[in-house]
């Protein structure tokens, strides 16, 4: 009986994943769940939608970038001539409250019932006060901080005209060779999750559905459904492949926690999942996001992501992929015109209902009542407001605090940090980020200005203005470049060693040596996969070159992944991963450098020893033969020629003081059903200086129904100690925080024996405990 239930219930979620189905047979075509449950809301849906042609229905779900008008007068292209018979429902990449104004003007002017136009954007980490890249805020583990930098960059976005943000990225990625790990949580569902909600909150800016109606509101999209951060190989729009326990054990969970926060929409991802593009996939649109969640939201495409099940195989031709993605229950179409040329000729086939496109239209017309579009669509085009809001004084402050508590320590040998301002030093300032400038914001940075970025530089003489240290600079090489004709590396500008000299020779005269190292901006994002993770061009030679003088090297990196850092981690004496910093990187770095402000930031990626390793993650399962450091052997799950463990471990970070965990408790070693028990530790800063510390649970399901984790985050705070400070940090455990998906697929807590740790990171098993889950 337990063999057939299971395979009642494995069918049961694998079949629509293969499934393409048409109008007769998709699941809940015809049903349409409003997102605010609101009658009053629904009933003006309705009045818009029983005045609308076919034709108009059609163009509410068309969205084009906003190039269809410049100077008010509306272009001569395909996007003009839908605009003039009022097919444009959406557009993108439009900014500025004028020039949105006069958009808004001339969709007006041609629409015939007066439907506004909702306009979004891609503000991934800020507006123009750029925050740090996704992945180095995570790293944080500071979900207030997060959600404020969210909310800043909605204020900025809100008063530039955007009402909706394609944002934010909650793919768990554990590929580091994958550019768009930058834009991401990392690697931990649990934590991914928390910060989805976070920037959710701080996007939306809402307590309940009608707070859209204030003026700095804006709808958030949860992206990209899904998968999209487990492509092979990790190369961006590849395929994924994945058994469905992994899809809703890992992939799936930072979503649903979207969809409890209240995002109002999803955007499709780009590869196929199990051989179906997501795109067209029935099973995750309409069985889990709409049915199983309750999901009442807009799901938009992509880039041209409809036209690609075409190329991918899946669909014949447009007209084709058009109907697949109806079928499925995407909402509106960015790009690639299927809907706004095929839908009608689909409807007129009986191949696609009229009923299926007032579902799709009533969701992007609620989206628009709620927002006060239609009675004010000009709403968020208030030049007054964006004066004042876009980088006022306190949104830079913020944007230095956030950078400040991202850049996390991973090396720190003989205590060569803090740089301290009363020791004097001859510092070397050596490397192509001292004064790169453009690259400080990362990619997606949208409307942040580099020319506006602090640089290493500008921050340094600054902080030490007045102080016994003195700074040389000598570039040293430069960083290679891609070409964008072929996105390959250029060939042609490949750094040389003509500036080692120079560098060599200060180095040689210089108490300490600081390079400023990493990957230029474009290396790290979209369609910015790399085989290779190691410093790019001949940075890594430049710093064997140094190590020859002596002299301690401090190595401060900028970049958007985890590196293959082997070499630099057993060769340099302090390495600082400041990832891409935003528009105050060179002032948020020099606080860190200096000690006036005490790092406190931790991994959420782990950081590999070499490629061979990928995908790396901590919370793996063990084999059959699972490999003991203190007893190894033959035919063991190992490497011959690397050991088992990462360079870095998710959860890692150091501090320029030291914390001592101690005296573990559990309140009882039995958990019964419905019940709680306590774990606590006292946490002590032994150093010298004040701190804060992640202080991180996990636990063990010691044996399950199916194999478990060796461990999983299940919970963290964040303290900050004074010197010579204790405190004691408690966890509640209950039956929630067991749950699994059993053999059936069913998520339940199974009785048993399991094991915890609090710890310092993922590596950290010294504060050990166990218990039992009791019927």
């Excluded at 995570?138 to 960059?153: G, H, N, P, T, V």
């Excluded at 504060?767 to 009791?774: A, I, P």
Aim: proline share 4%; charged share 25%.
């Amino acid at each position: 009986m337990r063999k057939m239930k299971l395979s009642i219930v494995v069918l049961s979620l694998i079949s629509p994943l293969v499934s393409c189905g048409n109008a007769d047979n998709s699941v809940n075509s015809t049903q349409w769940k409003s997102y605010s449950g609101d009658p009053v809301i629904e009933r003006k849906v309705d009045s818009v939608l029983n005045l609308m042609t076919l034709e108009e229905k059609i163009g509410q779900m068309n969205q084009y970038s906003g190039n269809f008008a410049v100077t008010g007068e509306v272009a001569e292209t395909k996007a003009g001539e839908y605009l003039k018979k009022g097919m444009i429902g959406s557009t993108f990449n439009t900014f500025g409250a004028d020039h949105i104004r006069m958009l808004q003007e001339q969709n007006l002017k041609y629409s015939r019932l007066k439907i506004p136009m909702l306009f979004a954007a891609d503000v991934i980490h800020g507006l123009e006060t750029t925050f740090p890249i996704p992945l180095a805020e995570a790293c944080s583990w500071d979900l207030e901080l997060m959600e404020q930098s969210a909310r800043i960059a909605a204020e900025e976005a809100t008063a530039s005209g955007i009402a909706w943000n394609f944002a934010p990225m909650i793919d768990i990625a554990r590929d580091p060779r994958w550019g768009r790990v930058m834009e991401g949580a990392g690697e931990d569902p649990y934590l991914g999750s928390l910060v989805a909600r976070a920037r959710v909150r701080g996007f939306q800016g809402i307590e309940t559905y009608k707070d859209f109606s204030k003026i700095n509101t804006m709808m958030a999209t949860s992206k990209h459904f899904v998968g999209y951060g487990a492509v092979q190989a990790g190369r961006d729009y590849h395929s994924v492949d994945m058994s469905v326990r992994t899809l809703h054990e890992t992939y799936l969970p930072p979503f649903k926690a979207a969809v409890d926060e209240g995002v109002t929409a999803f955007m499709t991802a780009f590869n196929d999942l199990n051989g179906v593009p997501c795109t067209g996939n029935k099973y995750l649109f309409k069985e889990i996001l709409r049915d199983r969640w309750g999901f009442g939201g807009m799901v938009v495409t992509d880039y041209t992501a409809i036209q690609e099940m075409v190329a991918h195989g899946f669909a014949r031709d447009l007209k084709h992929a058009t109907e697949l993605a109806i079928d499925a229950g995407i909402d509106m179409d960015m790009i690639s015109e299927g809907f706004v040329t095929y839908l009608k000729e689909l409807v007129e086939e009986g191949k696609v209902s009229e009923k299926q496109i007032d579902v799709a239209v009533s969701r992007i017309l609620e989206m628009k009542f709620l927002l006060g579009l239609f009675d004010d669509p000009f709403k968020y085009c208030n030049a007054e407001r964006q004066k004042e809001v876009v980088m006022n004084p306190e949104h830079l402050k913020a944007a230095r605090e956030v950078a400040q508590r991202s850049i996390v320590l991973l090396e720190n040998k003989n205590n060569v940090l803090p740089l301290k301002k009363n020791e004097p030093k001859r510092v070397a300032l050596i490397g192509p980020f001292v004064k790169e400038r453009e690259s400080l914001t990362g990619e997606w940075a949208i409307k942040g200005d580099p020319d506006k970025s602090v640089t290493l530089m500008e921050g340094l003489e600054e902080k030490y203005k007045d102080s016994q240290v003195k700074f040389s600079y000598a570039k040293g090489t430069s960083l290679p470049v891609i070409d964008r004709t072929t996105q390959k590396v250029s060939t042609t500008r490949v750094p040389d060693r003509s500036g080692f000299s120079e560098a060599i020779n200060l180095a040689r005269t210089s108490d300490v040596i600081l390079v400023a190292m990493g990957e230029k901006f474009h290396w790290s994002g979209e369609a910015a996969s790399r085989t290779d993770i190691t410093l790019p061009g001949n940075q890594r030679e430049l710093l064997k070159e140094l190590k020859k003088t002596g002299k301690p090297i401090i190595l401060v990196l900028f970049n958007g992944r985890p590196l293959d850092l082997s070499w630099e981690a057993e060769n340099v004496d302090a390495i600082v991963e400041a990832w891409y910093p935003g528009i105050m990187a060179g002032h948020a770095v020099a606080d860190v450098l200096s000690g006036d402000y005490n790092p406190s930031a931790k991994l959420v990626m782990t950081f590999p020893r070499n490629v061979g390793q990928i995908p790396i993650f901590y919370n793996v399962k063990n084999t059959g033969r699972p490999f003991d450091e203190d007893n190894p052997a033959d035919y063991r799950s190992s490497y011959i020629d690397c050991p088992n463990s990462p360079l870095y471990p998710f959860g890692y970070g150091l501090s320029y003081t030291s914390f001592e965990y101690d005296n573990a408790k559990i309140s009882s070693k039995k958990l019964e059903r419905g019940g709680i028990l306590t774990v606590s530790v006292d946490v002590t800063n032994t150093g010298t200086m004040d701190g804060e510390e992640v202080v991180q649970l996990y636990i063990h399901d010691k044996v399950g129904s199916v194999v478990r984790p060796v461990k999983e985050l299940k919970g963290f705070k964040k303290i900050h100690l004074k010197k010579g400070e204790t405190k004691t940090v408690e966890f509640t455990i209950d039956e929630e925080r067991l749950k699994m998906y059993n053999l059936d697929m069913e998520w339940v807590a199974e009785p048993g024996e399991f094991e915890a740790w609090i710890a310092s990171s993922s590596a950290d098993e010294s504060n050990h405990l166990e218990f039992s889950l009791v019927e």
